[in-house]
């Protein structure tokens, strides 16, 4: 028997989809439609089919074809009969006639309700359902509504068989912020690469505004889906907790989210969510590092470099770039062509990093280095370094000026002068010098060059690392000299000195004294006088009788010493057999007057000697009173001279001392 009702019961049920089908074909212009058209070629048929017989049917039927979940769907009719095959319609008072509803799904295999209708009277009909009896899924659902009628004695209405939408309440979702709850107006978020970030989101009835609790909220990105939470906090809301170390690189990502419950519009939310490197420090700074250096040559010497966490403040080790490129440089800053290179740093146990760029081994020079220290996800430093090697300091003779040197030595005398350059930072000689040398001029008493300059002249080493500058001075002439000493080392600071020599020459006297021979004068006119000379060597007390030059030159002056006549020629004096030099002035040639006849006696490398005669050639003696005056104003002419060449000769020996 079950199965008899069960197959008659599927039979009614594909009859009515038969017939749903034709009335959706005839009734309807559109399958979909939810509204309900009466045709006459439906009466037509059912005519013909019922046209020996009378017949049922139902008139004025209404229903609501679509309403929001919880509202009541109401279907109203008339229930109708007629006796003349159709000419005349009237409603089925019969109380035993009924009409019954019954709600299924699309697929017609579940009867969600099975319910009669309410007679109103005069063969009418009619039924409330409340919807929240049916399910409206997450956004709508769509039912198969029959409706089937009986009255004893006639035949059976034509069922009205018809689609009914219930819509889900209409719902919304926002984003919040997690602290202040406060509505977020973008749907675009920040934070760091490994930080946690939390959002807040709300679920709620569009009509009322009042929070959903959700039957699934989920969430779901690039690396990862899950469910959201109901916030302890608040229980309105729902959290969002992001690992971003979950990414594998920084970059914008997007989530979606998806909150749904039975009943309740299902909506779907999008937000981005910028994932960005975290800021870091290098050595404590946040901008670009500048460092400029300067190193002794052969001086070993490292960058360190701490790159940091900003946030955390944790010294970041494992760097995916850790290097450093480097170019030489002109003094100027300009580049050198092919001088340049890269390397890379080596992480320490602390995480800290060190560039050795080997300046141990570098040469003297101007460098450029620029560092560049990144890990994925996290902002890159860089620094530059200048760099400048400079030369080792030295000393010369315990100084690191210039060393000037005053010497005087006796002629003939040998004398050295000895150097010691010494490496400052080790305080060590120098004794494998590049180059040590030296070059000289000869000068004047004033500086003024004569002779130079010489070829570069090597000094010698000794044992003890000293240099030894052998000048020769014994085999030198006396005079003025220059020497320049210098001293070279690669990578070492060069030392320079200026020798100021003199060679003096050898002692003499003239006539017994180391002063200008001062001779006073007075001869009557006509008298034949010879002035007598005598030069010595001081040393060997002998006379020297191979001068190399002995001559005088005269002037004529009045009786105030202003010259009238002369310089004359230089005349030469008589060497006699004793090696005495005799002056001739021929006074009995000349005439009666006053004269100042200067001598001169050269000799290389002997001091040279002079004399000045204040001579006065008188009238003949008879005229004992103009010889008289003659005589006292040779005197006075020769005191006046006297103070004249004290004073000259003073500052002669000032300009002497100076130099």
């Known amino acids: 028997m079950k199965s008899i009702h069960f197959k008659r019961k599927t039979l009614k049920k594909i009859l009515c989809l038969v017939i749903f089908l034709i009335n959706s074909y005839i009734i309807f212009d559109n399958p979909i439609k939810n509204s309900y058209v009466k045709s006459s070629k439906i009466e037509e048929f059912l005519l013909i089919r019922n046209s020996n017989i009378n017949a049922t049917r139902f008139e004025d039927f209404t229903y609501d074809s679509e309403v929001v979940w919880g509202n009541n769907i109401t279907f109203s009719l008339n229930f109708t009969y007629t006796e003349d095959n159709g000419t005349t319609w009237y409603p089925v008072l019969n109380p035993y006639a009924y009409c019954n509803i019954t709600i299924t799904d699309l697929m017609l295999t579940t009867d969600f309700i099975k319910t009669n209708m309410t007679s109103l009277g005069d063969g009418i009909f009619f039924k409330a359902i409340n919807s929240s009896r049916l399910s ?17 004695g006639y035949p059976d209405p034509l069922p009205e068989i018809f689609l009914i939408t219930i819509n889900a309440i209409p719902t919304g979702l926002s984003m919040h912020n997690y602290s202040t709850y406060e509505k977020l107006t973008t749907n675009e978020l ?7 970030i939390n959002v807040t989101f709300k679920y709620y009835n569009s009509n009322s505004n009042n929070s959903l609790i959700a039957d699934s909220f989920t969430y779901s990105w690039d690396y990862g889906s899950g469910t959201l939470n109901i916030d302890p906090r608040n229980s309105d809301y729902y959290i969002l907790e992001i690992n971003t170390s979950l990414a594998l690189h920084t970059d914008k990502y997007s989530f979606q989210i998806s909150a749904a419950l039975e009943n309740y519009t299902t909506l779907n939310y999008i937000f981005f969510l910028n994932i960005l490197s975290r800021p870091t420090t290098l050595n404590g700074e946040t901008g670009l590092i500048y460092i400029s250096s300067k190193l002794w040559v052969q001086e070993a010497h490292n960058f360190t470099f701490t790159y940091k966490d900003a946030v955390s403040n944790e010294t970041i080790g494992n760097l995916d770039v850790a290097t ?70 030295t000393l010369i003779n315990g100084t690191t000026l210039n060393l000037t040197i005053f010497k005087a030595i006796e002629f003939k005398t040998p004398y050295n002068f000895t150097f010691e350059i010494n490496d400052t930072l080790t305080h060590s000689r120098i004794g494998d010098l590049d180059q040590a040398f030296y070059y000289w001029y000869r000068t004047d008493s004033i500086g003024t060059i004569l002779e130079g300059p010489s070829l570069n002249v090597d000094l010698i080493k000794d044992l003890n690392n000293l240099y030894i500058l052998d000048f020769n001075t014994e085999l030198r002439s006396a005079g003025f000299y220059r020497i320049h000493v210098e001293f070279h080392k690669e990578n070492y600071s060069s030392r320079y000195s200026l020798i100021n020599l003199e060679i003096i020459p050898k002692p003499t006297l003239i006539n017994r004294t180391t002063l200008t021979l001062i001779i006073f004068k007075s001869i009557e006119f006509m008298t034949a ?24 030159y005269w002037y004529r002056t009045n009786i105030f010493g202003t010259n009238i006549e002369g310089p004359s020629q230089n005349i030469d004096l008589i060497k006699d057999l004793n090696d005495l030099y005799i002056l001739d002035f021929n006074t009995n040639l000349k005439s009666i007057g006053f004269y100042r006849i200067h001598v001169e006696f050269h000799k290389e490398n002997y001091t040279s000697r002079y004399a000045i005669i204040y001579l006065i050639i008188y009238p003949p003696s008879e005229n004992l009173s103009l010889k008289i005056i003659g005589y006292d104003l040779t005197i006075l002419l020769g005191v006046i001279s006297i103070i004249t060449l004290a004073i000259k000769k003073k500052i002669f020996d000032q300009g002497l001392k100076k130099r």
């Not at 409206?136 to 509504?145: I, K, N, P, R, T």
């Open 136 to 152: 409206a899924g997450g956004s709508s659902e769509m039912y198969f509504v029959t409706i089937e009628g009986s009255c004893p």
């Open 190 to 196: 920040y934070q760091y690469y490994n930080e946690i």
């Open 324 to 393: 450093y490129i480097w170019e030489g440089l002109y003094a100027n800053g300009t580049v050198i062509p092919g001088r340049n290179g890269s390397g890379n740093l080596t992480q320490n146990l602390n995480k800290t990093y060190t560039l050795d760029f080997n300046t141990e081994l570098r040469p003297v020079g101007y460098y450029f280095l620029y560092i560049t220290l990144q890990k994925d996800n996290y902002i890159h430093k860089n620094a530059f370094i200048n760099l400048e090697i400079i030369p080792r300091p």
């Open 529 to 552: 006088y010879n002035f007598t000379f005598e030069i010595i060597n001081t040393l060997t007390h002998s006379r020297i009788g191979d001068l190399d030059h002995a001559f005088y």
